[in-house]
């Protein structure tokens, strides 16, 4: 799978946080990646009570969501599913922590947008490259030393 294209690891980072990195070869970035993004949405999720992603209450907020992929199409589509709307006759009672919900998961979604682009432009000679042929050591400090 090295020789997928850098659209084809974008996409599986967009979906899932993490997995475009770890598919790529870089297996520590890309579990540390999807734990700290996952782990941002998934808390902002259970502060808002399931409610911070929604396309219907949240319209600005739900464009630096889904930069997160999967984890907010399945939060969406279970807010479509199982959470009424509000109408006059039956008011909703908002969560108390709704906006540090919504704050947690646009956080993710955002910085999932840049991993995305970094699999979509990684850096000529970057981490992987360096991984495959090593780092040279660095020089010998000359000045100062005492010999023994």
């Known amino acids: 799978m090295r020789h997928a294209s850098n659209a084809f690891w974008a996409a599986l980072g967009w979906l899932v946080p993490g997995l475009g990195h770890i598919l790529r070869g870089e297996r520590t970035k890309g579990a540390i990646y999807a734990a700290t993004l996952l782990g941002c949405f998934a808390a902002g999720e259970i502060m808002s009570e399931r409610r911070a992603v929604s396309y219907t ?3 600005i907020a739900f464009w630096a969501q ?7 199409l399945l939060a969406a589509w279970y807010d479509d599913r199982y959470h009424p709307r509000e109408t006059p006759e039956h008011p909703i009672a908002v969560p ?4 540090c919900g919504i704050m947690y998961t646009c956080v993710a979604g955002l910085l999932n947008f840049v ?4 699999l979509l432009f990684p850096r000529p000679g970057g ?3 360096a991984g495959q042929t090593g780092r040279a050591a660095p020089a010998p400090s000359q000045g100062g030393a005492r010999r023994d």
């Open 57 to 59: 209450e949240h319209d």
């Open 66 to 72: 889904i930069g997160a992929g999967g984890p907010t």
């Open 96 to 99: 108390w922590l709704l906006d």
């Open 115 to 118: 991993l995305v682009v970094d």
């Open 127 to 129: 981490d992987r490259a």
